[in-house]
């Protein structure tokens, strides 16, 4: 089974910037559909931003719409999720998650279908 890991969580102001990253040790990670996630204690996890493999079609949450970007680094082996404008409801513990090539991202996110999680890693904004 494919494996996730996540780094770059971290603290930052509100209207700051983060930049998270996800690779696969040992795996390809382009040849996965990548999503990242978030959860708050109390709450269930939710999805932020998913991109697709074959096809690189992404996908935003409306929360993430405007403010965040997932990009695929191919030379460096990852995923990165480019957080902007972050808002102290940004606050949570982010995770990468891995699903099968076949699965496009919008359903990644919409459905959450995922095949691997990662760790998380947190990031906490501050007003």
């Known amino acids: 089974q494919v494996k996730v890991a996540e780094s770059g969580g971290g603290s930052a102001q509100s209207g700051g910037s983060l930049r998270l990253s996800c690779g696969t040790p040992?795996?390809?990670?382009?040849?996965?559909?990548i999503g990242w996630f978030r959860q708050v204690p109390g709450k269930e996890r939710e999805a932020v931003a998913c991109?697709?493999?074959?096809?690189?079609?992404?996908f935003y949450e409306d929360s993430a719409k405007g403010r965040f970007t997932v990009s695929r680094d191919s030379a460096n082996h990852a995923v990165y999720l480019q957080m902007n404008n972050l808002k102290p409801e940004d606050t949570a513990v982010y995770y990468c998650?891995?699903?099968?090539?076949?699965?496009?991202?919008?359903?990644?996110?919409?459905?959450?279908?995922?095949?691997?999680w990662g760790q998380g890693t947190q990031v906490t904004v501050s007003s």
């Open positions: 998650a891995a699903a099968d090539p076949s699965v496009r991202a919008s359903h990644m996110c919409a459905l959450g279908v995922v095949h691997s």
């Open positions: 040992g795996f390809t990670i382009e040849y996965y559909t």
């Open positions: 991109i697709g493999s074959s096809d690189p079609s992404t």
